[in-house]
């Protein structure tokens, strides 16, 4: 049996020790604010060329008889074109811009400078230094612009390069600071939801624009394929061809949806495409345009397409009447649909504008949606459709709302909680206090 003695001797003595974190963790290295949102804007711009740098490489390995200060020239002129300012390709300046690109540019730019700013002390970036960050970044990507353009032989276009450059840069550093921009700005609560809305509405057109671009497609295989061998690319080639039309993507589908809301757009000087009438004559040799209707007048399925401007406005109308700040009467609901039908009209005729331009020259010129048809054909369907979504939707709602409480009779035996359902004793109790 154990003694006392023994007892003491097996006895275990616990120390805590006081751990200390902070040495343990590594050290974050911060920097200004000022060189590195310069710095973040500047990597983007770089970002992108080198990208475009690498595409043009592919090509260049199947003809390496070019020399390299050209490739590397042919190369900016992309970058260049991708921002706005047009391309020269020996005595040709193509001034259609490729939108695919450039919302490539913006995605690359929002990552770049996201994670530059990473860097920097998050108190610089609250209240006005998120704006002043913005600026920043916007600074520096603009200054490659002209840098490239200088570097490319696009010297009397700088103005247009670092114009690109700063709408470019700032729709993506803006996009990268978006959350603590959004913080500054105190938005009315009938203005809420409204650029979702607006989104919705656009979402439904450019859903519609490529089903029907996709169905042209699949109509007009034969033609397409009849545009690919007059190119007769090789398979370096084949892709490379494959990835310029999916740069001008964006493009396509705003012609598109001109022509289903019944503007039209126009493949080249004296030709005219809408579900109505279709007019052309020689095509140019890119196989999407294989797509394009016979010439002639419109089928009867091609009117039906016409209602799309109507259906996305319903969407967008629905969309915005759907939030929980809308409230009030069946009036304010169609307001605000037909608002949303207004703003989505308003960013189509931008994009269809941007998207306009010349791929060449004679008949390759003034290609893209028809801006005076579309000025007047894309508000008129779309606040239609807005209006009748957002009131359709306030109607629905109405009807799904509990119904009033009725009023309770002799014979009910329904209680009211609010009221007492029998006599309280009431005690007065006095109250003493010291004189």
Known sequence: ?????????????????????????????????????????AAAAMVGWLLVIGLVMIGWFTAMAIPVPRM???????????????ATIGDITLTLIPLGLSALFVLLTRTVVGLGLRAVPAAALDGLGAVKAWGLATCGYGFVGAVVALTSGAAPRIGWAVLGGLVVGGLGAGWALAPRVRSLVTVPAWLQG?????????????????????IGLIVG???????????????????LLVVAQLLFLPNLLAW?????????????????VSPLLTSVGLLPAVPVFGAVPQPGG?????????????????????????????????????????????????????VGALSRGDLGADRLVGMGPVLLNLIWLAPLPLVVGGTLGALGHWFAKARTLPPAPRETGPDDTTQVLDEPTEELEQQTVPLRGRD
């Open 72 to 86: 590397l020239g042919f190369a900016g002129q992309l970058w260049l074109a991708g921002h706005g300012a047009g």
């Open 256 to 272: 598109t949806a001109s022509w289903v809301l019944g503007a039209g757009f126009s493949v080249g000087v004296g030709s005219f």
């Open 298 to 350: 419109g089928s009867a399925w091609a009117y039906v397409w016409l209602a799309s401007g109507v259906l996305s406005g319903v969407v967008a109308g629905w969309a915005a009447s759907a939030r929980p700040a809308v409230g009030g009467t069946w009036l304010r609901a169609c307001a605000r649909g037909a608002s949303a039908g207004v703003g989505a009209a308003v960013l189509i005729v931008a």
């Open 221 to 239: 295989g034969e033609r397409v394929s009849q545009l690919e061998s007059a190119v007769a690319p090789d398979g370096v080639g084949a892709v």
């Open 1 to 41: 049996m154990p003694t006392r003695t023994d007892r003491r001797r097996n006895r275990v003595r616990l120390t805590v020790a006081e751990v200390n974190r902070d040495s343990e963790s590594p050290t974050t290295v911060e920097f200004p604010l000022l060189p590195m949102a310069l710095a973040g804007g």
């Open 194 to 214: 409204l650029p979702r809305a607006i989104a919705a509405g656009l979402a439904a057109l450019t859903a519609v624009a490529a089903a029907v671009l996709l």
